[in-house]
């Protein structure tokens, strides 16, 4: 069966190491919207100049922009065998879109990450993403939740130690605009996981947790909701 997973979560929460994790153990794409938008800056698209001072700003992208996008990335061929989205949807407008682009698909699983405020503020104006290969260190990927003690030491020395290439900050991750995105989180992104709470595929995952733990929890939500859903399907034949 496809898995169409949906991985929902304040900015901070862990949502593109885990996606990264259930790629590579389902062998599914992981498709970031976050990424998408970052890369259409950087190769100065038209998409990338029209989104690059909202991103700048912490503010969503308008849903007609980002439906698009994701529109188009779900039609691709590698998606067929389901997909992992991180960062979309956003907001109620985009749920419904997903729903529409998903008919006939099977089933969605959606999956929310929960991590209070001030953790996330922490984890946020600490992280640093690779200039060249872009793995983030720093956020949860911290000694005191992996029990590693290069995270540290790679965000101290300003080198990936991946790659070797230059650490840098996102420009959003400045304390002022982390604000500014948990409160976007919490008024335009929060609202989903009620229009999901209902689904018997829907599961809250404790974000607070190490990298491991919510993986473990993860792929435990994901084998109850396909079960659920195949029962459902056998009781409705
Ligand atoms: P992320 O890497 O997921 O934190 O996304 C970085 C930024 O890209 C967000 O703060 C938004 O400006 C924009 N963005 C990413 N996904 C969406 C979305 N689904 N809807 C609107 N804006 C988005």
Request: charged share 25%; glycine share 10%.
């Amino acid at each position: 069966m496809a898995l169409n997973l949906v991985m929902i979560g304040p900015p901070g929460a862990g949502k593109g190491t885990q996606a990264a994790r259930l790629r590579r153990q389902h062998g599914i794409p992981k498709i970031s919207t976050g990424d998408m938008l970052r890369e259409a800056v950087a190769a100065g698209t038209p998409l990338g100049v029209a989104v690059r001072n909202i991103i700048g700003a912490g503010r969503l992208v308008s849903d007609e922009a980002i439906i698009a996008v994701v529109e188009q990335r779900l039609a691709k061929p590698d998606v067929a065998a389901g997909f992992v989205l991180d960062g979309f949807p956003r907001t109620v407008v985009q749920a419904r879109a997903l729903d529409q682009m998903l008919e006939g698909r099977g089933p969605l699983v959606v999956v929310v990450v929960d991590v209070p405020e001030q953790e996330l503020v922490k984890r946020l104006t600490w992280r640093r993403v690779c200039q060249d290969c872009g793995a983030t260190f720093g956020g949860v990927d911290t000694p005191e939740l992996t029990g590693e003690s290069s995270a540290e030491g790679a965000v101290e020395s300003g080198r990936c130690r991946k790659c070797g290439g230059q650490l840098v900050q996102r420009d959003d991750d400045s304390a002022a605009v982390v604000r500014d995105r948990l409160k976007v989180f919490t008024s335009q992104t929060a609202p989903l996981v009620d229009f999901y709470r209902g689904r018997p595929t829907f599961s809250l995952i404790n974000g607070l947790q190490g990298p491991d733990q919510v993986t473990a929890d993860m792929n435990r939500a994901i084998d109850a909701a396909l079960a659920k859903d195949s029962t459902r399907n056998r009781a409705r034949a």
